[in-house]
């Protein structure tokens, strides 16, 4: 700690990231990548990038991928945002819509990047307790609020809101903005983008680091009324104008385009998530329902912590959360075939499973 940070800096919990190892030979199954390659259209588009126009500046408002994602969900390009990741647009958003008057409203349980930017803007904020079941209870969020988040499918348990309930939701809260964070909406689940055309106080953020392969370049992006659109517009202008570089834009729109690698790619993980949730249940394993690319599961007689380290000394690293709760749930991404294969292995070969 130094005695030149600011008073609220030294106060604040960073969030702590899933760890890159910097070993070899571990299956990794921690940060919820796709284990598949982007689609071979993106290293084609970047390739031909002509290279003597990386002395230039990015076009500050990415306007090729915003046209595309325009065309892709039908909607306007003033309904659209990018930026450098849906962590930077999550960010930008928090800043933009949330130091209110009133209590954000968000899950006990969900995304833990939420509560830092609470603190880091000063937001206050209230975390509504998911049912036993690990459900997203809006009745619970029947409250005077500034505004309401959450992640659907939620993150870490991998559960789903269903649409019609997020729609009650934004007409009980007419008043309010509900930024709904669908970082996992492309592996099953139902988007609420179609909430757009009817409501102007629904913000839907989605990425391309999971279903699309693209972590690595950090693209995000949100849809929504364009006046919630240019809020977030004047607040990236005032922080950073060229959040997205150009190779980073001529990927996302070949990534967009290739609808055919995005579907079959897709449909692998979410029939290995099915394959890998029968196969937990099979050994004792509680496995909740999940619509991501990601399996949260405990073992009746077994610590999330012992299973995490049991999986890491045999080369198999997976999330474990300390947080009381969910403490005896490992997080584990839907690898390839043979990398849940030899998870599952490896499971049963443990004494007490």
């Known amino acids: 700690m130094s005695r030149y940070?600011?008073?609220?800096?030294?106060?604040?919990?960073?969030?702590?990231?899933?760890?890159?190892?910097?070993?070899?030979?571990?299956?990794?199954?921690?940060?919820?990548?796709?284990?598949?390659?982007?689609?071979?259209?993106?290293?084609?588009?970047?390739?031909?990038?002509?290279?003597?126009?990386?002395?230039?500046?990015?076009?500050?408002?990415?306007?090729?991928?915003?046209?595309?994602?325009?065309?892709?969900?039908?909607?306007?390009?003033?309904?659209?945002?990018?930026?450098?990741?849906?962590?930077?647009v999550l960010a930008l958003a928090f800043m933009a819509f949330f130091r209110q008057d009133k209590p954000l409203l968000l899950p006990e349980t969900t995304y833990s990047f939420y509560d830092v930017y609470c603190n880091l803007y000063d937001i206050e904020y209230r975390q509504i307790p998911l049912t036993e079941d690990f459900e997203i209870n809006f009745a619970d969020y029947d409250q005077p609020n500034g505004?309401?988040?959450?992640?659907?499918?939620?993150?870490?348990?991998?559960?789903?809101?269903?649409?019609?309930?997020?729609?009650?939701?934004?007409?009980?809260?007419?008043?309010?903005?509900?930024?709904?964070?669908?970082?996992?909406?492309?592996?099953?689940?139902?988007?609420?983008?179609?909430?757009?055309?009817?409501?102007?106080?629904?913000l839907v953020i989605q990425t391309f680091s999971k279903s699309r392969s693209l972590a690595g370049l950090r693209i995000g992006f949100a849809l929504g009324h364009e006046d919630l659109i240019a809020g977030l517009e004047r607040v990236k202008n005032s922080f950073n104008s060229y959040p997205l570089d150009s190779l980073a834009i001529v990927g996302a729109v070949a990534a967009l385009e290739d609808v055919e690698y995005f579907n079959e790619t897709n449909q692998k993980i979410i029939d290995c998530r099915e394959w890998t949730t029968a196969q937990l249940e099979q050994l004792g394993f509680r496995v909740i329902p999940s619509k991501t690319n990601f399996v949260f599961t405990s073992h009746k007689s077994i610590s999330g912590a012992e299973l995490m380290q049991y999986l890491r000394s045999n080369n198999l690293l997976v999330r474990h959360f300390s947080k009381p709760g969910i403490e005896n749930f490992l997080r584990i991404t839907i690898g390839t075939a043979a990398e849940m294969q030899t998870l599952i292995e490896t499971l049963k070969q443990h004494p007490q499973i």
């Open 5 to 88: 940070w600011s008073p609220a800096i030294s106060q604040l919990t960073p969030y702590v990231p899933g760890e890159q190892p910097k070993v070899d030979n571990l299956i990794k199954l921690n940060t919820n990548e796709n284990p598949y390659p982007p689609s071979p259209r993106v290293a084609e588009a970047i390739n031909n990038y002509p290279k003597d126009r990386l002395r230039l500046y990015c076009d500050p408002d990415a306007t090729a991928l915003k046209q595309s994602l325009a065309n892709h969900f039908q909607l306007q390009y003033s309904n659209i945002f990018v930026g450098n990741g849906s962590d930077e």
């Open 147 to 202: 505004g309401i988040i959450f992640a659907n499918p939620n993150a870490p348990t991998g559960r789903q809101t269903a649409l019609d309930e997020i729609e009650t939701l934004l007409q009980k809260n007419s008043e309010s903005l509900v930024i709904v964070d669908e970082a996992y909406i492309d592996f099953g689940g139902s988007s609420a983008v179609e909430l757009i055309h009817n409501y102007d106080n629904v």
